[in-house]
């Protein structure tokens, strides 16, 4: 019979384990008392996973989760060509809710999910330099 066809390449456990992190990323955000403004914004065909307020600051928030660090740690893999498309994306976001009167920056949260405890959240403000 036909329907939908299911990965075996593990895709559906990555895309639940970026949305545990998110959810942790959000959480520890506002626990610091960031006020989340969106989550997942479609941008030039992408996607922006946290937008936030510090203060008065409009800061996009690239969350990276994985569930060990055996194969690197999750902000290892927010390099220059991903940090070249954050920008676009959020230089996007500003132009579409003009915003470009506001103070910016892009943060990365990374979340661990070690099997024997609690999410570990590590969070680097103004993570790379960035056109604003």
Known sequence: ??????????????????????????RYLRGLGYRIVGR?????RGDIDIVAL??????FVEV????????????ETVGPV????????????????????CHVRI???AVTFPEDGSPV???YQNAFESPW
Do not use: F, N
């Open 54 to 59: 510090d203060d008065r600051c409009v800061v």
């Open 121 to 123: 959240v590590e969070h």
């Open 82 to 101: 991903k940090q070249r498309r954050l920008a676009e994306l959020a230089a996007a976001y500003i132009r579409r809710h003009r915003l470009e009167d």
């Open 107 to 109: 943060d990365v949260v």
């Open 40 to 44: 997942r914004e479609r941008v030039l």
């Open 1 to 26: 019979m036909w329907g939908p066809r299911r990965r075996s390449d593990g895709a559906d456990h990555r895309g639940e384990l970026g949305r545990r992190g998110e959810d942790e990323a959000a």
């Open 64 to 75: 990276r989760s994985r569930s060990d660090v055996t194969h690197g740690h999750p902000a």
